[in-house]
């Protein structure tokens, strides 16, 4: 099995969609300069988080710190959803230019779209990787059966989530992007916060929207938080970590840790060095099978986006 890399991901610096409303800002800059310390050099954030707003607070930092930690040692990765072609390109400069770098690590098609054809937009990030402003190209969100059409593409990494919350086609994509050497990045590790110790009911933010407050899933998400409260209680260990390290154990590249303050973050980091029994694990993936199978039929992603 690969090496996990932990990441950080950057959407709580900038709230957006009904989610992390109230954030802190001194909150994001403290989780950011942990991140730093701990030796995460991964980073990933989107144009639409914060309507920018996220990029710019990664990149003026790491701008601030560049004396100490050169570009060559960042992963810089940024999303986009380009309306047309042409747009893949402004819209790249302007993600560069709130990131304060000449080049990214990965540029991703955030969300695929039904109303435009990828493959000129794809055309045009192979432009742009050809003329060394991205060094790879990432798909997001996308399903096994959309993704296996681009295959002739040199597509470097999918995100995709990587929880107990979501398990609905995760083996398959996982053998398909190992076979094809994508590296496999997994978001959204505590299912937005959900499997965190905070939520058995339903939070007042966009969560709320997630098929798991749905009817026919509910119960079956308590069963699954039921069985995390008692593995916290037999570790020692806040729920959070369990969770996480389920999460960890997956077969994911890199998985994108997502934090509101520092505590948050150390807490997260600390789930490394649980040990899960098998029959532990056992129970949390057949927990979350069932889970999965409460998922409508048509919902091919956590988020119930229609693409
Ligand atoms: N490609 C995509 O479409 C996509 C989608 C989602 C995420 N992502 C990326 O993946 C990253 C991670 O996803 P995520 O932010 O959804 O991760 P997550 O780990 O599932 O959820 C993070 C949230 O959980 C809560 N939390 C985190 N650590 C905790 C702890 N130790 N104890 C209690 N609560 C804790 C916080 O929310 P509260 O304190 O408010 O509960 C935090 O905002 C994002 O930042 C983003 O970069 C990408």
Redesign the pocket.
């Known amino acids: 099995m690969n090496r996990l890399e932990l990441a950080?991901?950057?959407?709580?610096f900038g709230p957006s969609f009904g989610f992390?409303e109230n954030q802190i800002r001194s909150d994001s800059l403290r989780v950011l300069h942990a991140a730093l310390r701990e030796n995460i050099r991964h980073f990933?954030?989107?144009a639409s988080?914060g309507n920018g707003s996220s990029e710019q607070l990664l990149g003026h930092q790491l701008k601030r710190f560049s004396n100490t930690i050169g570009r060559e040692q960042l992963h810089i990765a940024t999303?986009i959803m380009p309306k047309s072609p042409p747009l893949v390109r402004k819209d790249l400069q302007k993600s560069l230019a709130r990131l304060c770098t000449p080049y990214l690590d990965v540029l991703?098609i955030?969300?695929p779209s039904s109303d435009l054809d990828l493959i000129p937009i794809l055309d045009a990030m192979v432009k742009l990787k050809e003329e060394g402003l991205i060094r790879s190209l990432g798909l997001?969100?996308f399903p096994l059966s959309l993704l296996s059409r681009f295959s002739e593409y040199p597509i470097s990494y999918l995100?995709s989530?990587c929880?107990l919350l979501w398990t609905k086609d995760m083996h398959p994509l996982i053998t398909y992007c190992r076979e094809k050497a994508i590296k496999l990045v997994g978001?959204?590790?505590?299912?937005?916060?959900?499997?965190?110790?905070?939520?058995p009911n339903a939070?007042c933010?966009s969560r709320t929207t997630l098929y798991v407050f749905d009817e026919g899933a509910y119960p079956t998400y308590k069963d699954l938080y039921a069985i995390l409260e008692k593995l916290s209680e037999k570790y020692q260990r806040?729920m959070?970590?369990i969770a996480?390290k389920w999460a960890m154990q997956q077969g994911f590249d890199i998985l994108?840790?997502?934090?509101?303050n520092k505590?948050?973050?150390l807490?997260?980091l600390g789930a490394q060095s649980i040990v899960l029994a098998e029959d532990d694990s056992a129970a949390l993936d057949g927990a979350a099978a069932l889970l999965a199978a409460t998922i409508p039929q048509d919902q091919d992603n956590?988020?119930g986006h229609r693409w």
């Open positions: 950080l991901g950057c959407w709580q992390w990933d954030t989107a988080y999303k991703y955030h969300w997001s969100n995100q989530p929880s978001y959204s590790p505590l299912g937005l916060g959900l499997l965190n110790g905070k939520h939070p933010d806040p959070a970590q996480l994108l840790l997502g934090a509101r505590a948050q973050l807490e997260n956590l988020f």
